[in-house]
């Protein structure tokens, strides 16, 4: 099959090799070389060599290559006791749903970003929880069905993990908490939106960059595939905030009912108060100091004024045809009725009308889908 000048050490594992699995360290961990014929996915028998090597964490790799170095076959020879992959339950430290809402303060004083500071004060107001994970090769990852937190824009911070202790506790000033609070948060509301029966919004592990922009901004791209959301790092960390977290999934949740709709300045406006409305039933729920104030530890401070869910303006005289102005006209209207019949009922009858949006429509057509 093979001359006798053909032996696997004469390739050079950086050119000739694709597979990089294959370094130079395995190369000297062969436990065994041999010639053979191998049946190629087109159904050709090829001459080939098998090759029986340990990589540097210790797996037992069988691999066939040709004799131009390719790989044709690569296989882990490893008999494992559990799979590789499973759904693990680890602790981790958040805020819920924000510092200033649980000590029950408003901006100020000791309760101020500090430009991402370790203060006692805001350290303090995290909560130990307990969220499931993905683990595999002892390392757990903060992905799972719904969530992958990942590292897609500048600036480059790399996600979080832990070798085998199942933790993620960290204090305010490490990107690690950002990572964790956006990753808890939207993993709760997915699972309540499935207790409500709403088993396909955002049924897809979405991309979380926590720390994807250096400007005060957020935001949901639909244009990706996954979809993705970005948090900023200007002014307060927008991922610290359950609120702006909710109200980025939001936009997710809404396209996902209703996709490719969210055009026209009505329209628009309507998914922005939307996403106020679920971040403040959604916070509320968690705890109702200040309930009224949208974005209540990323807003109401220096930085900007933040949104409220509370408002007496009326449709349509008080438009002014702007989709972050107007849009309380309408998150307070549904933030009424969450107050009359309840969190679970108002959140269920408010998604289901989703799925009617479409392009260019008005809060008057919105509001005969109830």
């Not at 309760?111 to 995290?126: M, Q």
């Not at 998150?331 to 019949?341: K, R």
Request: glycine share 6%; proline share 5%; aromatic share 12%.
């Amino acid at each position: 099959l093979f001359d006798n000048t053909f032996s696997f050490r004469d390739f050079n594992p950086e050119n000739n090799f694709p597979n990089p699995v294959l370094t130079a360290t395995h190369f000297n961990n062969i436990r065994s070389a041999n010639n053979c014929y191998f049946f190629t996915a087109e159904n050709k028998c090829v001459a080939a060599r098998r090759i029986n090597y340990l990589t540097i964490v210790q797996k037992d790799m069988e691999v066939i290559v040709d004799p131009n170095g390719n790989v044709l076959y690569s296989a882990d020879q490893n008999v494992y006791f559990k799979p590789a992959t499973t759904d693990s339950l680890v602790s981790a430290m958040v805020f819920l749903p924000d510092p200033l809402t649980t000590a029950g303060v408003s901006y100020g004083g000791s309760y101020v970003d500090a430009v991402d500071g370790d203060l006692p004060t805001l350290n303090n107001e995290r909560v130990s929880v307990n969220m499931r994970v993905n683990y595999s090769d002892d390392t757990f990852r903060l992905q799972n069905a719904y969530v992958m937190i990942a590292d897609f824009s500048a600036p480059t911070v790399a996600p979080v993990f832990s070798v085998s202790t199942p933790a993620f506790n960290y204090t305010r000033s490490q990107a690690g908490f950002e990572n964790v609070n956006a990753y808890y948060h939207i993993n709760v509301q997915q699972q309540h939106l499935r207790s409500l029966g709403f088993t396909n919004i955002v049924n897809y592990p979405i991309w979380v960059d926590t720390r994807g922009d250096l400007a005060d901004n957020s935001y949901f791209a639909p244009g990706h595939s996954p979809p993705r959301l970005t948090f900023g790092i200007g002014g307060v960390d927008d991922a610290e905030d359950a609120d702006v977290i909710i109200h980025e999934y939001g936009h997710a949740m809404s396209h996902s009912a209703a996709p490719s709709t969210n055009t026209g300045v009505e329209r628009t406006t309507l998914d922005e108060a939307n996403g106020d409305y679920f971040a403040a039933s959604y916070s509320r729920d968690l705890d109702p100091f200040n309930w009224q104030n949208v974005y209540s530890w990323d807003g109401h401070n220096p930085y900007w004024p933040g949104r409220v869910v509370v408002s007496t303006k009326h449709y349509p005289e008080d438009l002014v045809h702007n989709l972050y102005t107007d849009a309380d006209i309408w998150s307070s209207t549904v933030m009424q009725m969450c107050t009359e019949i309840g969190r679970a009922e108002a959140d269920a009858i408010l998604m289901e009308s989703i799925y009617g949006y479409a392009a260019n429509m008005t809060m008057e057509d919105a509001a005969s889908l109830y």
